[in-house]
Nanobody
Framework: QVQLVESGGGLVQPGGSLRLSCAAS????????MSWYRQAPGKQRELVAS???????NYGDSVKGRFTISRDFAKNTVYLQMDSLKPEDTAVYYC??????????WGQGTQVTVSS
């Protein structure tokens, strides 16, 4: 089982920045893909960004050019740098990993609120 610990959420003003972190304890497992999803009240969970084991990245259309996903393979940690934040970015952000064999794990979520 992979356990995920997220951090870095909080309250920020529009136009501000936040950096989320997700550390995976995955001893004995090989993580293939690490991703960030988000879910706003009354909406479906959506992909924000993902990064593969070869560092290929993919972004949701609404965050392209503003968010950057990165990965520290040695620490099994994924980061999400969020710049130029907008009120519509307000949501609970979840980390997700997919390991060899297609098994997925989710973090507990961290709240991001963008408001003046």
């Amino acid at each position: 089982q992979v356990q995920l610990v997220e951090s870095g959420g909080g309250l920020v003003q529009p136009g501000g920045s936040l950096r989320l972190s997700c550390a995976a304890s995955a001893r004995g497992f090989s993580i293939v893909t690490m991703s960030w999803y988000r879910q706003a009240p009354g909406k479906q969970r959506e992909l924000v960004a993902s990064i593969s084991s070869t560092s290929n990245t993919n972004y949701g259309d609404s965050v392209k050019g503003r968010f950057t996903i990165s990965r520290d393979f040695a620490k099994n940690t994924v980061y999400l740098q969020m710049d130029s934040l907008k009120p519509e970015d307000t949501a609970v952000y979840y980390c997700k990993t997919i390991r060899m064999g297609g098994f997925s794990n989710w973090g507990q979520g961290t709240q991001v609120t963008v408001s003046s």
